[in-house]
T-cell receptor
Framework: NAGVTQTPKFRVLKTGQSMTLLCAQDMNHEYMYWYRQDPGMGLRLIHY???????AKGEVPDGYNVSRLKKQNFLLGLESAAPSQTSVYFC????????????FGNGTRLTVT | AQRVTQPEKLLSVFKGAPVELKCNYS??????LFWYVQYSRQRLQLLLR??SRESIKGFTADLNKGETSFHLKKPFAQEEDSAMYYC?????????FGTGTRLLVSP
């Protein structure tokens, strides 16, 4: 049982390049989330999904897109990377129900130059 | 909109001292509150949730609806408690985090 797996672990992009971050979970969780972690800002929710085929915006969705074509995968896309998107990105999942805790991936460190 | 506030960015204490990390929430519905911890170079992991009313690694947290608070407490801090601590509220489907408090326990 691998839990939540994020790929890649590190990436350096140039401004304007695009990339996709992959999050995979093997716990059959309904809900999946993408957060970014920045010093002094804590964790901010980018997008989330409450089921296969559904996505919703979080606090800071601009510049990102997501897709949940399969229940176990939640993809985060950057169409045209900007230096302001330099951050550590965390994916998380949890079962449906508000009392269930999040299970986090190890994070992806993205640098945009 | 739900909001979680952690007023302290850094809390520095000596080993054996009591610790209280503050968390206030503003969700108008029924809060579902959690504390997560992130040790150096590790993923975030669940520490406590208010519904469980448990003590983990000596930490406890009590929900105070009157003060809309969920402060994290430990009577005697240990060096291995040094980490980043995040308070979070699930609200409705989303999980909103505070900005985090870095706890530094010195020998």
């Amino acid at each position: 049982n691998a839990g939540v797996t994020q790929t890649p672990k590190f990436r350096v992009l140039k401004t304007g390049q695009s990339m996709t971050l992959l999050c995979a979970q093997d716990m059959n969780h309904e809900y999946m989330y993408w957060y970014r972690q920045d010093p002094g800002m804590g964790l901010r929710l980018i997008h989330y999904s409450v089921g296969e085929g559904t996505t919703a915006k979080g606090e800071v969705p601009d510049g990102y897109n997501v897709s949940r074509l399969k229940k176990q995968n939640f993809l985060l896309g950057l169409e045209s990377a900007a230096p302001s998107q330099t951050s550590v990105y965390f994916c998380a999942s949890r079962p449906a129900g508000s009392n269930s805790p999040l299970h986090f991936g190890n994070g992806t460190r993205l640098t945009v130059t | 909109a739900q909001r979680v506030t952690q007023p302290e960015k850094l809390l520095s204490v000596f080993k054996g001292a009591p610790v209280e990390l503050k968390c206030n929430y503003s969700y108008s519905g029924s809060p579902e509150l959690f504390w997560y911890v992130q040790y150096s170079r590790q993923r975030l992991q669940l520490l406590l949730r208010h519904i469980s009313r448990e003590s983990i690694k000596g930490f406890t947290a009590d929900l105070n609806k009157g003060e809309t608070s969920f402060h994290l407490k430990k009577p005697f801090a240990q060096e291995e408690d040094s980490a980043m601590y995040y308070c979070a509220d699930t609200g409705f489907q989303k999980l909103v985090f505070g900005t985090g408090t870095r706890l530094l326990v010195s020998p």
